[in-house]
Structures are given as C-alpha cells and as structure tokens.
C-alpha cells in the first residue's frame, strides 16, 4: 500500500505534554495575596539565540482585589552553572518603558516585561534556562513567585490556529510556522543553513496528514526546511482530515491535539493543533455468513450456529437495539434459535476497544436447523437488524442462512450381460444410470475394453435429474474376421458423476458395470467341379455298360467354424451313388469328394446335381449339371470290366477311400 495516506490520533493523554499553558497560576505559600501569571513565545516558555535576548509578559495582581503599594518586582535566570538577574521594565506598552509601576488600586494590576539575556550566561544552542519571577509589596511581605523558561534557539515553532471543527471526513487547513531568530554578537539578524524538520509525532490513527509543500515528504509525514533567510518566517500549511471513527468525541474526552515535532538535531519542541471533534455515531455488526449444508442426501437434520457481534464504532457511548426477522426460515419449516429481540446496553466507543475483554461490544448466539433431504440449492434463514439509540439512521443488517449442498450417488445397470452377433454385426446393450443424488447431474461415460471389438456408447454425457434414470447404447462390433464363439472379453461401460471432477481415479461418485459378446458361427459353402492339376475341369466322365467309374466335386466351408455337410444327389439315375453323405470341414477348407457311377441302364447321356447342406440345414450349395455318357461294352475276352481311373485322376476318394472317410466323419460325431 502507498505511505501516501496516514492515519494519526491523538489521545487524552498527549495533552499533559503540550506546554501551551497560556496563563501559569502562581506557586507560593499559603499567606499573600499577591499573585504572578506570565506568558512567554510559547507558555511559559520563550526562546533567544545565542546572543538574543529571551522576554516574558508578566501580570502582578491581588488574589483579594485588594490594593497594593510599593511593589517590588525581581527576578533571575538560574543556567545551572551561573545564575544572571533578568531585567524588569514597564510592560503596559509592550516591553518599550523602562519605568516600572510599583502601586496599583483595588482591582488593578502591573504589566511588566522580564527581559533574559542568554549572551550575559554564555548559554549555547539547546540550553535551557529557569526564569524564577518575584513579587512583594508593603501590604503583603511573603509576596508569590514563578518560573518561566529560557529555550535558547536560532529559531521558534508555532501556530497561530485556533480550534478547528470536526466531523467525520472533514478536512481543515493548520499552518505551522517557524521563525528565524538568530542574531550576531552584533544583535543583527543572520540566516539559518542547518535543517530544520517539522514531522508528525502523535501515535494512532484517524487523522489524514497532507500539504502542497514542496518540502512535504508524504510518506515520511515531515517536511524539512534547508535553509531559513535573516528574520524570516516558513509557513508550512497542512490540510488534516478526520478520517477512521477512531478520534474520539470531544464531548466525551475534551479536544484532541495533533502534535508535531520542530526539530535540527539540538533542539525539539512541540506544536500542537487543536481540535473540535464532532459526535460520530456507527455501528458494525460481525458473524453472520451462508452455511453449507450436507443434509441434503441425509435421513437426519442438520444444524449450525453464530455468534454475531455488535461493535459500536462511534467516536462516544451509545446503545444499540437488536431485532430478528425469522419469516423466510419459519415459513420453510426450518427453526431458528436465539433469535430474540435485545438490547446491549452503553458500549465504550470503537477507540476503546478491546477484544480481549469485550469491552465496546456485544455477543450473542443464534442457531438454525435444516431439515433432511433436502434439493440442492435450498436456502433459507433470518436476518438480524442492529439500530442505534441515539441515532435511528445509523443501522446495520446481517443475514444468516444455510445453503443446502449437492450430495452425489449413482447407480449403473445394464439389460443384459452377455450377447453375440455375427462377424462384422454389433450387439448392443441398453446402460441405464440413475442420479441418486439431491440435485441434477451431468454425468460423463466411458468405455473399456478390446479395441478391436470397437465398444461405443451412444453418448458420452448424460444430464440427469434427482431421482431421475437416463439411458443410453453401448455397441460391441464383432470383428468381421472373428472364428465362432470367438469372445470380447470383458467390455467395461463407466459412469462418472460431475461431482469426481478432473480425477475420476479414486472418485467415490463413479459406477461401472462389466458385458462380453462372443462371436456367432456363420455358415457358408460352394459346391463346385473338380480341376486336376493342369486345371481342367472335370465335369464329365465316360463308361461302358456294366462297368464302374468314379466322379470328384468339391466343397468348400465358407462359414467361421467347423461345419458337419451333408451332401446329397440331384436328378441322378439309382446307379449313381455318394463315395460319402457326410463331411466334416474346417473354416476356410475345401474338401474333394466322389461319386460312384456303376452304369445300370441304357447307353446314353445322364445329367445330375450334388447338394451340399451345412450343420444349420438351411446353408446349401449344389454344383452345376454332373455328366454321365454311358456307351456300349467293348471287350475283347467277352467278359464285364472295370474302368480304372488313373491315380492322376484320382487325388480324391477312391471306393475304400470313402467309406473310410464316412467311417471318420462318424466317429468324429459320436465325439461330438
């Protein structure tokens, strides 16, 4: 913060060090009736230089109003060390006569003028010497006396300002002025070139210090005078503002004084600025505030307690009244306690504070109960208004309230736990999520789990009001190279209500639940011609009469997992049979199988089909047209033969190669 503003008070106590006594009462013994009263520069102080010469203004009166006559007037300089006798002349003309009056009538008085010479002593800079004052006359022998001060200086600190009026926020013009004093050895007046500061002295706060001066050091709160021309004056102008409540009332303590201090390093003095403070009357009230409360997912009630202060922060005695306005709380069904009209009696002003002990205030406990289960958001409670006696105008409200917070609960729950789906298909699973807590949620959700099964939710926030279930669809793609029964592994769907905030990691207002999926087994199948090993198709065989052949076709499994075929003719004469009606075929495999053509009809072209059915029996596939050309017997013994078919015609089943095959495709059954 910038030094540029200072608050400074002055107490009641400063006033026993300002010496701005103007008239000094007098000091003798009990028995006379003459009485002495003075005035110096300053009180009963005056200043000289070096070789200057130090005058006081002295009144002789009668305490009785009696008369006098022949009064006797001596008095005398006491340096410590030396004692020098002070010259009395005729004062009525301002120190000019030098014929001094020695009667006065009844109810009259003397003026005379006591003149010190500090040249005469030999006194330095910063002496200080004691002026004792005498007076007897013929009618009273005892007579008084009193002393008076010798400052010996090169210069005098003063004002000429009167009391100033305040009140709060006002700003008054003070000046302080100090005036060159210094003589030479010649009584001729000479410059001063030793700094002279003038500085804030007083300790507290409630008074705002400023001036125009160039010389004025704002932050420091002095002004300091370098240089000081023969027999001149520095007026240095000070604009003071009452500002803090903290100076008190003059009609509680008397006038307050803001003190400088006029110094060069040998010789201090004191100016003190009067003034007048008005009554300030104000209040603070403190302890009020917003609870939260966390009743709000609760089955029991809450309840929370203040202890408000009034504090009376006038600058005098005053009393405060107390009023409580319970109709928001009451009418929520909320109770409040304590809240019952006082008053707290005189409070000492703000400047008599003290915490310790409480003095300046008043304390009082309030309380308020909140009801369970309550939304979020839900605030009631009561206010309570401090209004001072003395001054209506000066009042204060405070609100108390409580603020029920939002309390977070999730559940998670999903329709199913386990689903499949065909390769390249999804299965999706119905997530609901339900905002057991007192206010609405924006709840954030994620997935884990095998990316290549790419799980996806429909949304990734949910809003959901108290109370209320929102839903949404979590996807799990089945790879579209997935073999059957092929599985996700566990598929996490998580559920995070706003109240985790950025770290979700340990968040006790989190859910999840757990889904897998397993891949369906598709079926497939091409039956098809068989293609020896230079690629030519042989879809047609030739045989005579009465002798037997065998023909090849292929089927390939074109579904994801094993496939038990069935196969089966179409169209084809009784003498065609299967090598085999069943097989077994691994995903992706293609299997050469045989049929039997041992010709029992007429010679000629005979067309059929072969069909092949999956496990699932509705997964067919059937080869194009099969030809059989039967022709006449050719043989030259005459008797019935058998066609052999060449081993590189042959890379399938042979007759015993197919009923060992069926023999496998059995037995791999009964496995099964």
Known sequence: MERNVRNLGVFVATLAMIASVLIVPSVSADGHDLEISGLGDDGVTSYASQYGTAEFLITISSMAGSAHNNVSITASADWGSITTEASVTDGSNGCTDENVETDFGAGGTIEACISVSVAEAGADIGDVGAVTVSATSAEDSIGD??????????????????????????????????????????????????????????????????????????????????????????????????????????????????????????????????????????????????????????????????????????????????????????????????????????????????????????????????????????????????????????????????????????????????????????????????????????????????????????????????????????????????????????????????????????CGYAYDVSVSVTANQVYGLTAGYYSNETDVVKDTVSVQETMTVQMKFTVTNDGNGNDEIVLSLANAPAWVTLGQTEALAGPGQTMTLTVDVGPAGAVGDYTFQVTATSADGTTSSTTEDLTVTVTEKVDDSGGPATEKVEEDDSPGFGIITAIAAIGAVLLIRRRL
């Open 145 to 506: 006396s009193t002393e008076f001060t010798v400052q010996v200086s090169n210069w005098r600190a003063y004002s000429n300002d009167g009391a100033q009026s305040y009140a709060e926020g006002d700003t008054n013009q003070y000046t302080i002025s100090v005036k060159n004093i210094k003589v030479d050895e010649n009584g001729d007046a000479v410059e001063i070139d030793d700094a002279i500061s003038i500085s804030l002295s007083t300790v507290g706060s409630g008074w705002n210090i400023d001036s125009d001066d160039a010389a004025w050091d704002k932050a420091e709160l002095t002004a300091t005078i370098q240089y000081l021309a023969a027999d001149a004056d520095y007026d240095l102008v000070l604009d003071i503002q009452l500002v803090g409540e903290i100076v008190p009332a003059s009609s509680y303590v008397g006038n307050s004084f803001v003190v400088f201090t006029v110094q060069d390093g040998t010789v201090y003095t004191l100016v003190s600025l009067e003034a007048s403070v008005a009554d300030n009357f104000s209040v603070n009230v403190t302890g009020s505030g917003n609870y939260d409360s966390d009743s709000g997912c609760s089955d029991a009630e809450d309840a929370t307690g203040w202890t408000p202060t009034v504090k009376n922060f006038g600058n005098t005695m005053d009393s405060f009244s107390i009023t409580f306005d319970t109709a928001d709380a009451a009418g929520a069904g909320w109770t409040v306690d304590g809240a019952t009209s006082d008053n707290t009696g005189m409070l000492n002003p703000k400047f008599e504070h003290n915490e310790a002990d409480g003095t300046g205030m008043f304390t009082m406990n309030v309380g308020l109960h909140i009801p369970a289960g309550l939304p979020a958001g839900t605030m009631h409670g009561f206010t309570m208004t401090v209004i001072s006696d003395t001054d209506s105008s000066v009042t204060q409200t405070q609100s108390f309230s409580a603020t029920v917070t939002q309390c977070y609960g999730l559940t998670m729950t999903v329709d199913k736990a386990a689903d499949s789906a065909n390769p390249g298909n999804s299965a999706d699973f119905t997530i609901s999520v339900t905002n057991g807590g007192n206010g609405d949620d924006t709840v954030s959700l994620a997935t884990m789990g095998a990316s290549e099964w790419s799980p996806t939710l429909a949304e990734s926030e949910l809003t959901i009001a108290s109370g209320a279930t929102s839903t949404t669809l979590l996807s799990i793609t089945v790879p579209s190279d997935a073999s059957a029964n092929a599985a996700s592994g566990s598929v996490m769907a998580h559920a995070y209500s706003e109240g985790c905030g950025d770290d979700t990691t340990d």
